[in-house]
C-alpha cells in the first residue's frame, strides 16, 4: 500500500514540475 502512495506522489510532483 505505501509503495502505491510513494508513486503517487512522485506522479504529483511530475505534474507540479511541469
Given at each position: 500500500?505505501l509503495?502505491v502512495?510513494?508513486?503517487a506522489v ?5 505534474q507540479?514540475?511541469?
Amino acid at each position: 500500500l505505501l509503495d502505491v502512495l510513494s508513486k503517487a506522489v512522485a506522479v504529483v510532483m511530475v505534474q507540479n514540475a511541469k
